[in-house]
């Protein structure tokens, strides 16, 4: 497979990332789909068994966010930017500090937005907690789960 094809479905899978962050746009469908492409073009053991991890994964993800309560943030006030936010934080986190680093980015940014916008230590975390209540698990363990799928896509292709 050609370095250009792996960059275009690198870049799919990072527009899934960021589509997991936007209300309505299908991000681990997205994620999936190009991990699908990636094991169709390359056929080999590998690249099934990756595709057969991210299914059951990104299943078990959808699983666990219906046990989580439903997305309210509208009503908790927080506007979409410090959802984005801390979702690209989390994203930079994940590859700065594989795994660990997607939850501190994703709250360090959150928090780090609503501070800016609300101009006070207490009420910026006052507000990450407040997201986290009303959807934000559901946010963190849908990216989460995409950024395995992705970092472990990623490792298979650079180390093969």
Known sequence: MGVWQLLVMGLVMLLGLLGVLVPGVPGQAIVWAAVAWWALTEATGTAWAVLAGATGL??????????????????????????????????????????????????????????????????????????LRSGGYSVLVELLACLTVVGVWAGVVIWA
């Open 58 to 131: 990104l299943l078990l993800a959808q699983a666990v966010k219906l046990m989580l309560p439903p997305r309210r943030l509208k009503a908790a006030g927080v506007p979409r930017r410090s959802l984005l936010a801390g979702g690209l934080a989390a994203i930079a986190g994940f590859f700065l500090l594989p795994v660990v680093g997607a939850v501190v980015g994703f709250l360090g940014g959150l928090y780090g937005a609503e501070r800016i916008r609300l101009g006070s230590h207490g009420a910026g975390w006052s507000s990450a907690r407040t997201v």
